[in-house]
């Protein structure tokens, strides 16, 4: 039985479309139909790579967002399988012909090529001459064969070919490597970069111990390792460095490699049409076998796209708003389509179109009126253009905004619109303009790999289900902090970093059956100028939510402690204490002499009277004595340096177990804690197994969803807060994860069906497969958009009788159920829900004329189970039965004398019989009829049987109609039916032939 359940809360298409505010930022989107009651829930973590920092040194502050899972049953199909069409409006103004940064390098592998990371790119960071290390990024894309906890990345540079370095890393073990990183010349991270870039560390030497030399050209190398064997890498891929020197090449050129990279995401996909507006001076229409879209699964569509779009020559203006207006009528009219406008563009708008007339004042020609054109029509019939060429008029500029509002904002489509600045000089201000007219996201692409990356984004934002993007981020840092390096997409504003730091694309990840979203990350480095202890508090972070409201979230506090003179460095583990489980046992571990004082909700708990020398100890603490989800550590070296950090305390709140249908033994059980804000999950185990790693908190809070065993559990829990101070919590849980076996029988003249058990049971849900499909559905809509059929019928539509004396219930048939396969849930006290399969197969497999020798039969009927008999003469009809259920039945046998009001039929008599071996073999005679109607009579059958048998039913008949009547071909037709089973017999009676 495949049973296919689909969604009960309904949810819209969120598209957040951009967020700027006034100052050059202004947050603005918006969301398509919300009306689901969920957030999307977010957990936010930040933490230093140093939280105490000498004075003139720079630090890294690395901010982390990790969505957590939405279940599918939250969301309907319909809202988010959905057709998408995207207008791709591409810049060919004469500018296009110009040069720009543009490196694209194919990735070569070695080793296992399954376990080889995919799509590095690595290129110069703008605004930098490429002399330095630390002027280029990178990133990359998880093996095919994916990740596991053990999976981490090697990345070195090197002037040697991949074969070369195979040859070497190959034999080298984890701690061989590790001993580069130590050396410098190599670093480690333990997760894939696809969505976020990756600084190259200032310092990092090659991998033979020599530094950066511009002048070389290097091979950037990632080493994919397994840190559970002897020999770890077990792939290896590399591209070139863009050292020297770099490539340059045309704007038009890029981005039609970029477009078509972008296009190929999306080629088996049959939901996504696409259509091509190229714009100059004004726009042109191009369409495809009189179609506007190109359907991106057909081979031959696509490539015509593809050629279209090689075709595109660069000269002219730039009328971005004819392009945006072209755009806008490429849309189909329908509703339940999502829409896409991209728009590229290297300047600022130098044309508009309008119906303007001008007239010849004897020096120049100057308007006389001016209608800007907003009209489905093409140039030159239906408008002219009009504007500065080269330059940027202020109607230019208001054609623009104007279209962008009137047609992308207030036209009769919902538009989500995507507007790129592609230039290392443009002035993107007037392109956010028109993005902020059109409720549209801004992005500025100074070079061809930051355009690549730009369609990435895109592309994953239009094959989400449903994203958030356009996520605006800021944060004010006090004074004696200086704000030095920021990732892209943010904007250093003296104290204040403000910016889009990225978006989140939720997909519906059917294994699971949730939805799911890829964390990021982003990076903002400060350089202590002046000591103190500094709090960092003063942020915020901006964006709709999935249900279309506005959402601010903030980061964790975070301290800074910048010194002129080193103080004592601590590291700190609390856990529980082995010989009593009223304390806990906190071991600290300090680099010189200190004193040590304990404090908990600003009392002292522990004090030392003398210096700790420097070394590892332990101290037991009463449990009782501690309040709160931290402790705080606070050393004094012997010059009155002072250090004070927290250590995190776990704490378990209420575990979650919903009602569960199983077959084995086990059961999904959700672990919630809570620990100290802004602290990292960084192992949870149960029963020896890892079920996650490195999980943010949510303001110190967690749940996660576990699969325990029935009986005792062993769960283990481990947490680092933003000094790296950790705590291990591990307790046992002992859980019911035993579903009821259930028995059930069909009763009292299969009206009922009887459920038992051994223990207490209570009636959740009835599923019946009524149309026969061996698909069992609720109601509601299906992947095609259709409604389904209501097959599944809870405690409110079903009639249930309690047991007396033992556990269980009567359910009450319905008609509809008859001879349907039936599947009843119960569950137990604890929640565990058993099922029994009660497959009605009673069934009639033929109905006629029966022929008899001893104990031996045949029944023979016809294809238009038409059969002649003779009139006044008994006629013995069988009917063949399949019985699966034990117990009394009725048969219904009916005839249609209305068709024969003069016909006489004595009372039909039966018996019963059971098949072995092809002989029948005696189960009731002369069964007592009752007629219910002139035409229907009610045949009881009393069954005892623990299996599917096969039983023959006899009755005779003997008509009786007048010898006047006979020749008009007088037909009656008899039905039989048991529970929902029917088969119909035609009896054409005869005159008795006439002996001389």
């Not at 689901?36 to 936010?44: S, T």
């Not at 680092?720 to 009292?748: H, K, M």
């Amino acid at each position: 039985m495949i049973k296919s359940k689909s969604y009960q809360n309904k949810i819209a298409f969120i598209l957040i479309c951009f967020m700027l505010f006034y100052n050059q930022i202004n947050f603005l989107s918006y969301a398509e139909g919300s009306n689901i009651n969920v957030k999307a829930p977010i957990n936010l973590v930040r933490q230093s790579d140093h939280d105490k920092i000498k004075r003139g040194e720079t630090f890294t502050i690395n901010y982390k967002l990790q969505p957590q899972p939405i279940p599918a049953e939250d969301i309907l199909p319909e809202s988010y399988l959905k057709n998408k069409e995207i207008v791709l409006v591409m810049d060919t103004s004469g500018s296009m012909k110009e040069y720009i940064d543009f490196n694209y390098n194919d990735t070569q592998i070695s080793l296992q090529g399954i376990h080889a990371v995919k799509n590095i790119n690595i290129w110069k960071r703008w605004y930098t001459s490429g002399c330095y290390l630390n002027h280029y990024r990178m990133s990359f894309k998880k093996p095919p064969a994916g990740e596991n906890q053990h999976t981490k990345y090697f990345i070195f540079y090197s002037t040697d070919e991949i074969n070369t370095i195979e040859n070497w890393i190959k034999n080298l073990n984890t701690n061989q490597l590790y001993k580069y990183i130590q050396k410098n010349r190599a670093f480690m991270i333990n997760k894939d970069h696809s969505k976020n870039y990756i600084k190259f560390p200032i310092n990092l030497k090659d991998i033979t111990g020599n530094y950066y030399n511009c002048y070389y050209n290097y091979h950037v190398y990632i080493a994919t390792i397994d840190t559970s064997k002897s020999n770890p890498v077990i792939g290896l891929a590399n591209e070139q460095s863009t050292a020297q020197p770099i490539h340059k090449e045309m704007k038009i050129s890029v981005m039609k490699k970029v477009t078509k990279n972008f296009l190929e995401k999306f080629k088996n996909d049959s939901r996504v049409k696409v259509a091509l507006i190229p714009y100059a001076s004004y726009a042109k229409d191009i369409v495809f076998n009189n179609d506007n879209f190109v359907n991106l699964s057909s081979p031959t569509q696509y490539n015509n796209l593809i050629n279209n779009i090689n075709k595109l020559q660069a000269y002219g203006g730039t009328n971005i708003g004819d392009g945006l207006r072209k755009a806008y009528y490429k849309f189909s009219d329908s509703d339940n389509i999502r829409k896409y406008v991209i728009l590229m563009t290297d300047g600022e708008p130098t044309f508009h179109s309008s119906t303007t007339k001008l007239i010849w004042n004897g020096w120049f020609y100057e308007p006389v009126e001016d209608q800007q054109y907003l009209g489905d029509g093409s140039y030159p019939n239906d408008y002219e253009y009009f504007g500065g060429g080269n330059h940027s008029t202020y109607r230019d500029k208001i054609y623009a905004n104007k279209v962008a509002k009137d047609l992308l904002v207030n036209g009769k489509h919902k538009i989500n619109s995507f507007m790129i600045a592609f230039s290392n000089d443009a002035n993107g201000a007037e392109l956010k303009n028109i993005a902020n007219s059109a409720n549209g996201y801004y992005k500025k692409a100074e070079d061809g790999n930051a355009l690549d990356e730009v369609y990435e984004q895109l592309a994953d934002i239009i094959q989400s289900d449903f994203p958030i993007h356009g996520i605006h981020y800021e944060e004010t840092f006090p004074n004696g902090l200086k704000v030095v390096d920021v990732s892209e997409g943010l904007e250093i504003k003296g104290q204040k970093v403000i910016g889009d730091i990225g978006s989140i694309s939720y997909k519906l990840n059917k294994e699971t059956n949730t939805f799911e979203a890829e964390p990021f990350e982003f990076y903002v480095t400060l350089k202590a100028n002046n000591i103190g202890d500094y709090k960092l508090v003063n942020n915020i972070m901006h964006y709709k939510d999935i249900n279309g409201t506005d959402e601010q979230k903030k980061f964790p506090s975070l301290s800074i402690y910048v010194y002129e003179m080193e103080p004592p460095e601590i590291k700190a583990h609390l856990t529980d204490a082995e010989s009593n489980i009223n304390k806990y046992k906190l071991t600290i571990d300090i680099n010189e002499s200190s004193k040590i004082k304990i404090i908990n909700d600003n009392h002292i708990i522990y004090t030392s009277n003398n210096y700790e020398d420097p070394k590892a100890f332990s101290i037991e603490i009463n449990k009782a004595d501690i309040v709160g989800n931290h402790i705080i550590i606070q050393a004094t070296d012997q010059s009155g340096n002072i250090t004070e950090e927290t250590v995190p305390i776990i704490s378990l709140l209420p575990f979650e177990m919903n009602d569960y249908f199983h077959t084995d033994n086990t059961r999904p059980v959700k672990v919630k804690l809570a620990t100290e804000n802004n602290s990292t999950i960084k192992e949870i185990k149960a029963n020896g197994n890892i079920i996650a790693q490195e999980r943010l908190t949510n303001q110190g809070k967690y749940e996660h969803m576990i699969i325990l065993n029935d009986g005792n559990n062993l769960i283990k829990i481990f947490v680092q807060n933003s000094y790296g101070n950790t705590a291990t919590l591990s307790f046992n849980r002992e859980i019911d994860a035993c579903s009821p076996e259930l028995v059930g029988i069909y009763v009292d003249n299969d009206s009922k069906i009887k459920i038992t058990s051994k223990e207490e049971i209570l009636f959740t849900t009835l599923e019946v497969d009524i149309n026969g499909d061996g698909i069992i559905t609720d109601g509601s809509i299906n992947e095609k958009g259709e409604p389904t059929l209501d097959e599944i019928f809870g405690p409110s539509e079903v009639t249930i009788v309690p047991l007396d004396g033992e556990y269980g219930f009567k359910v009450s048939m319905q008609d509809a159920w008859y001879g349907k396969e039936i599947i009843i849930k119960a569950k137990d006290t604890a929640g565990n829900i058993g099922a029994v399969n009660l497959k009605n197969n009673n069934k009639i497999i033929k109905h006629g004329i029966i022929l008899l020798n001893n104990k031996n039969f045949e029944i023979i009927d016809k294809a238009d189970n038409s059969i002649d008999i003779v009139n006044k003469q008994n006629t013995h009809i069988g009917i063949l039965l399949n019985v699966s259920t034990p117990g009394s039945k009725i048969m219904n046998l009916s005839f249609n004398f209305k068709k024969a009001p003069n016909i006489n039929i004595e009372s039909p008599k039966c018996s019963l019989y059971q098949i072995n071996d092809n002989k029948l073999e005696s189960i009731q005679e002369n069964i007592r009829i009752s007629q219910s109607t002139t035409d229907s009579y009610h045949i009881p059958l009393s069954i005892n049987t623990d299996s599917s048998k096969s039983y023959v039913l006899i009755y005779t008949l003997k008509p009786d109609i007048p010898e006047d009547q006979i020749g008009k071909g007088i037909c009656i037709v008899n039905q039989a039916e048991i529970q929902g089973s029917t088969k119909n017999i035609k009896l054409c009676i005869k005159p008795r032939p006439i002996i001389e």
